[in-house]
């Protein structure tokens, strides 16, 4: 079994920025991946970021050279560095990770961004 537990977030003006951590621990043998969905009031969930085992990364088109997705190997944790934030970046963000056994989810971090 695997937990993820989800630190950063909260309120932020526009143009400021935050970082979200996400830490897993638990039956932990071969990462996938890692990375971050959001999701706002009303709407689905949306992929924002990932970061593969041998590091390399994706982005979603609406965060791309404003968010950075990092990895610390050793502590099984990733990070979402979130800069230049838009009142629509406001969203729930949840961390995931892909293991051979399935997906696990962290319990979601509120990000709000006001205006």
């Known amino acids: 079994q695997v937990q993820l537990v989800q630190s950063g977030g909260g309120l932020v003006q526009a143009g400021g920025s935050l970082r979200l951590s996400c830490a897993a621990s638990g039956s932990i043998f071969r990462i996938n991946a890692m990375g971050w969905y959001r999701q706002a009031p009303g709407e689905q969930r949306d992929f924002i970021a990932l970061?593969?085992?041998?590091?390399?990364?994706n982005l979603a088109d609406s965060v791309k050279g404003r968010f950075t997705i990092s990895r610390d190997n050793a502590a099984n944790t990733v990070y979402l560095q979130m800069n230049s934030l838009k009142p629509e970046d406001t969203a729930v963000y949840y961390c995931y990770i892909d293991l051979r056994s399935g997906r696990s989810w962290g319990q979601g971090t509120q990000v709000t961004v006001s205006s």
């Open positions: 970061v593969l085992s041998g590091g390399s990364t």
